[in-house]
């Protein structure tokens, strides 16, 4: 039996929960509620360890027995510039979790830049195959086409990294999809192997910002957008 411990985030988007595989930066699961969130980590680690195992024999047994642990729980809110909640039209604080105080080790460094070059050659495995005219599809009652989902993951990658003062300036950050991704991810590489034990944990906006919730945060959006792609394509 393997313990796996999960955060709880509720009120996600207003509309669904997210279970967070805490010691696995990048497995997650969507439910409409907390109860349902937790039930799907079960599949999530499943796929997760069979992810892992496509690359090299590591961390997670793909047979090992599942037992998910909830360790907190966090609802999600709004907040206005003046950092006074609200209902609607502000910023949306999302959870910092108390296992994003913890400094990053040597092996959590080790495997997250193993994780985060797994993820990003299936976002370009995806990438690579499109044509013009797919790079431009806009699906009905989507924000983006798929340029824009793309640009939209190398930015919040890049915002990621300025919560803790580690960007590049903003009017670096290129607008052709595939040299921004690969520009930000550039700069993750080289800015995560100088966050080994480094004990910090940085406010912006009402929001809480740790070296791990922006290595937890990277791997689950872009997971989440390659898969969004596909979904789409």
Request: proline letters at 5%; one cysteine or more; glycine letters at 6%.
């Amino acid at each position: 039996m393997m313990k796996f411990r999960v955060g709880i985030e509720n009120n996600n988007e207003g509309i669904r929960s997210i279970a967070w595989v805490l010691n696995h930066p990048g497995c997650f699961a969507y439910g409409g509620d907390e109860q349902e969130s937790l039930a799907n980590a079960f599949v999530a680690i499943r796929e997760y360890a069979r992810w892992l195992d496509e690359h090299e024999k590591t961390w997670i047994p793909v047979d090992v027995d599942i037992e998910p642990h909830v360790e907190q729980v966090w609802t999600d809110y709004t907040i206005n510039e003046e950092f006074d909640r609200v209902e609607k039209d502000g910023y949306d604080v999302e959870p910092f979790f108390e296992h994003d105080w913890k400094p990053l080790t040597g092996t959590d460094i080790e495997r997250g830049l193993k994780l985060l070059a797994w993820s990003h050659a299936d976002l370009l495995a995806v990438l690579e195959k499109l044509t013009p005219e797919q790079w431009a599809f806009k699906k009905e009652g989507e924000r983006w086409d798929i340029a824009g989902i793309v640009n939209h993951i190398g930015g919040a990658e890049w915002w990621y990294l300025d919560r803790l003062g580690l960007a590049f300036p903003r009017a670096e950050v290129p607008k052709e999809p595939l040299e921004r991704i690969q520009k930000v991810r550039n700069l993750m590489n080289e800015a995560l192997p100088t966050l080994k034990a480094v004990n910090r944990v940085a406010g912006v906006d009402g929001e809480l910002w740790s070296p791990r919730k922006v290595l937890r945060r990277a791997l689950w959006h872009e997971r989440d957008h390659t898969e969004h792609i596909r979904k789409l394509l």
